[in-house]
């Protein structure tokens, strides 16, 4: 049985979702009804899954999901709010939620969405154990596979598991242009919206680390996909 950690403000909608999470018997649900109190609830409870609105007094929801990814990096963190502009969401996404549900919803949807998570959680798994001993080197970086670490000149940067997936599959297919919903479904699953906006914000970040060697470049090729150019 999952352990899920909802925080919501609203009472009424908390406990709807509490009970509607607990009637389909796959879920043990705690609720807090405000930022401080989920984080505190967060270390006792020890959840699977973290459901979390945005708009709270004290800590808001961006700030917990911060908090949160420092203390652990595997947690499930899913980001509730009828705030649904490509800003919140994609702010959501760089902080570390793995998934984004528009406000109203009912228990039955948030159950859809856990599983979907799931689902893909265990595609990546098998990605990241591809990321084997050794190395790959990308104009002058040297990709370090064992501890996911990009390095030029000496100096090493830590990569986040996903982004080190990211550029292997990128890096492995180097001058390809390699099929956009492909790394939708290896990464994330599926190809919706908000997996499609965070797939925008990793690669994003990708390009920042490899702009000190000018000879690497991530192209997106409108239509096709994503090229690592070298």
Known sequence: MLKILLIEDDEACAYALQGGLELLDSYEVTVAHNGSEGLALFDTFAPDVVVTD??????DG????????????????IMASCRTKPKDVLKGFELGADDYIKKPFIAEELH????????????????????SAGSLYIGNFKFNLSDETLELCMQKRKLTKRE???LKVLSENKNTVYPREKILHQLWGDSDFFSSRSLDVFVSKLRKYLEQDPSVE????KGKGIMLKV
């Open 218 to 221: 991530i192209v997106t090729v």
């Open 164 to 166: 080190a997936i990211l």
């Open 112 to 131: 859809a969405h856990i599983r979907a998570i799931l689902k893909r959680m265990n595609g990546r798994l098998q990605l990241e154990q591809s990321l």
């Open 54 to 59: 945005i708009e709270m007094p004290g800590i």
């Open 62 to 77: 961006f700030e917990l999901v911060q908090q949160i990814r420092i203390k652990d990096k595997s947690v499930v963190i």
